[in-house]
């Protein structure tokens, strides 16, 4: 069974270009996550879809971020125009079944590495 | 906000020692959550925990969590280079959102 896969693996952008990330979660998980790890903190929550709906995006930063699942397969996030801060690691995971706090194995991809000069 | 502070930031252990990893919560733990990463991969999933008192096996690494439920322990025995990398604790908030550590990066030395 593939695991969960992200494009590209790095991107370096010049500050106020647009940059689209793309998470392929794994076959039949309707969770799926995106988190971000700027360099020297800890990994943040951005949101999380079920299917192709949004079920929380408190974590995005701002509008400059856009978030999409369209048909709840794969999912796009994308930043326009992008800011010398938005620079990290974007990770994407997914999960079979959400149990709010119960015992739920998220699966993550490689992350992209994002570089905004 | 609930925060997860994990120590020691690095570790650098000869190979065949035992290490712990810990990681302390600022709130009562509902999930306690220990990934492994390597660079250029994601985040492979070790164990969870949930209950006070639990504790877990996966070959050599044994993770615990605390009566109280505040505190886990990540134990790894006999130290193997397979082993290095940078474990992260996570622990959902009172959000449902998965919450992290920084993270202890492990070297091991042959």
């Known amino acids: 069974e593939a695991g969960v896969t992200q494009f590209p693996s790095h991107s370096v952008i010049e500050k106020g270009q647009t940059v689209t990330l793309r998470c392929d979660p794994i076959?039949?998980?309707?969770?799926l996550y995106w988190y971000r790890r700027v360099m020297g903190k800890e990994i943040k929550f951005l949101l999380h879809f079920v299917k192709e709906s949004k079920q929380d995006e408190s974590g995005m930063p701002n509008n400059r971020f856009l978030a999409e699942r369209t048909g709840g397969t794969y999912s796009t996030l994308k930043v326009q125009p992008a800011e010398l801060e938005d620079s990290g690691v974007y990770f994407c995971?997914?999960?079979?079944?959400?149990?709010?706090?119960?015992?739920?194995?998220?699966?993550f991809g490689p992350g992209t590495r994002l570089l905004v000069l | 906000s609930q925060e997860l502070e994990q120590s020691p930031q690095s570790l650098i252990v000869q190979e065949g020692k035992n290490l712990t990893i810990n990681c302390t919560s600022s709130k009562t733990l509902y999930g306690l959550y220990w990934y492994k990463q390597k660079y250029g991969e994601g985040l492979i999933f070790l164990m969870m925990l949930q209950k006070g008192g639990e504790e877990k096996s996966h070959e050599k690494i044994t993770a615990k969590l605390d009566e109280k439920k505040q505190q886990s322990s990540l134990h790894i025995t006999a130290s193997q280079p397979s082993h290095a990398g940078i474990y992260l604790c996570?622990?959902?908030?009172?959000?449902?959102?998965?919450?992290w550590g920084a993270g202890t990066k492990l070297i091991i030395k042959p």
């Open positions: 996570g622990a959902k908030d009172s959000n449902y959102q998965l919450i």
């Open positions: 995971a997914s999960s079979q079944v959400w149990t709010g706090f119960g015992q739920e194995t998220q699966y």
């Open positions: 076959s039949g998980h309707d969770n």
